[in-house]
């Protein structure tokens, strides 16, 4: 657990010891890089911050975003008394210790922030823990997770607090944070860092919006390079250092690499390299929650109606690996994983909705045609909503051929069924209801 003090952001360890990205921590909203749309001029927290005015926040984004460095940043900037701790390794009884040591506070006037990184890892218990702290003012929440809090949050603490998506840093702020590294960390500063051609810009693309393993591999890449108090970092340098800060952890590269491979696998129709990939995670000590989240996702994304038993799998081994856990929670996602590797694929539905998407995007609010419009007052009969529509279940089985989209998109087909599985089927009947209307060839 961490308390905040006039010590905070100061360095008691010899600088040394200290991790780059540690050391060069922003203290202050003008040294902070990134997330302009809640910390620039109009920003949520900066208008927070300016009005005096703390409520709890869940800070949701990729690794290395910035969540944790803000929350110290408000907490300064508040003048609050700051505690710390990882869900992880957090218990309720420290919960209530620190709750109980927050009513204190709060008694004699002091503002109280309680910053829990990786809330998504909190039990319900846990989080119950809190809601009457938070509701009554006792504490002041902020939470950092990288996963949707929709998912993993419950309903009443989610409620009580605001989420604040983070996105991953752009380019231009990664080298801004180099630079910055570069200039002013205790270390760097005065050693003479130079680099080859194109190196920087090899560092900033493999850092993929994140500044943690942007500076983590930049400090590994100046202690193999340094000689002398000189540093040259060249195309060799970049390539070790990389390698050696891939190692599998859940906030790193290789995390998402391993997902990319398992996801790719599945959708290749491979068992084998799908249940490999799985073990890996498994073995590195991935969230299983995490895990059955995509097969979720995929279930749709790329098996969809060729096969829709796929999603109601995926949604109970999500139900099952939420109530069993580890380790038999494998076998469950085992199973989900190779009966959707196993099934025929299709990303019709997807494809679908994103079409469906961008004619929204560029057409807008199109008129709804007045016969599919809901007329429950005399008006709006008189009107002529709801006249003309025919009632399909009045028809020969069940269907009459009639227009439904808006005028201007009436010719658009969304939906453009496979021929793989039970998709076909589909395919099959809507040609024969649709014929001489519409067209299903892909």
């Known amino acids: 657990m961490e308390l905040f003090d006039d010590s905070f952001f100061t360095q008691e360890k010899p600088p040394h010891l200290i991790p780059l990205a540690e050391r060069v921590r922003a203290t202050s909203l003008e040294r902070y890089f990134g ?7 109009d920003g949520l927290v900066t208008k927070m911050i300016d009005n005096e005015t703390m409520v709890s926040i869940i800070f949701w984004g990729p690794p290395g975003t910035g969540k944790t460095t803000l929350a110290k940043i408000i907490a300064k900037k508040s003048d609050s008394h700051f505690y710390s701790i990882n869900a992880v390794s957090s218990s309720v009884k420290e919960l209530r210790t620190i709750i109980n040591s927050s009513k204190d506070l709060t008694a004699n006037g002091k503002r109280v922030i309680l910053f829990i990184d990786e809330i998504h890892r909190f039990n319900k218990a846990q989080q119950d823990a809190l809601l009457n702290a938070v509701e009554n003012g ?11 809090p929709s998912f993993e949050v419950n309903s009443a603490l989610l ?36 680099f080859d051609k194109d190196v920087e810009e090899i560092l900033i693309s493999t850092s993929s919006g994140d500044a943690r393993k942007l500076l983590n591999t930049l400090e590994i890449c100046v202690k193999m390079a340094e000689k002398n108090g000189v540093v040259f970092i060249d195309k060799q340098i970049i390539a070790q250092a990389i390698q050696t800060s891939a190692r599998y952890d859940k906030k790193g590269e290789a995390h998402y690499d391993t997902i990319s491979a398992f996801i790719k696998s599945i959708r290749g129709s491979d068992p084998d390299a799908a249940i490999y990939y799985l073990a890996r995670m498994l073995h590195a000590g991935e969230d299983v929650k995490f895990i059955a989240r995509r097969l979720i996702i995929l279930a749709s994304e790329d098996i969809g109606n060729a096969s829709p038993n796929g999603l109601v799998l995926a949604n109970s081994c999500f139900d099952a690996v939420h109530k069993i856990g580890m380790p038999e929670a494998r076998i469950i996602l085992a199973q989900c994983t190779t009966y959707l590797a196993s099934q025929p694929k299709s990303n019709a539905s997807y494809e679908a909705i994103n079409r469906a998407m961008s004619i929204v995007e560029k057409t807008g609010d199109l008129d709804i045609p007045l016969h599919l419009r ?3 007052t005399k008006l709006m009969k008189d009107l002529n909503y709801g006249k003309d529509y ?12 009639d227009s439904f989209l808006p005028k201007e998109i009436e010719k658009e087909i969304f939906y453009k069924p496979s021929e793989n599985g039970q998709e076909k089927r ?7 209801l649709w014929k001489g209307k519409k067209r299903y060839d892909k």
């Open 138 to 148: 006792t504490i002041t929440l902020i939470g950092a997770t990288t996963e949707n």
């Open 426 to 432: 589909i395919k099959e009947r809507l040609e024969l």
């Open 374 to 376: 809901n007329a429950p």
């Open 159 to 194: 409620s009580r607090s605001k989420v604040l998506v983070l996105k991953s840093l752009s380019n231009e702020d990664l080298k801004n944070i180099l630079e910055n590294a570069i200039k002013n960390d205790t270390i760097l500063s005065k050693l003479g860092i130079k």
């Open 390 to 401: 025919k009632y399909a279940h009045s028809y020969r089985d069940n269907f009459i051929q």
């Open 35 to 41: 997330q302009s749309h809640i910390v620039g001029k």
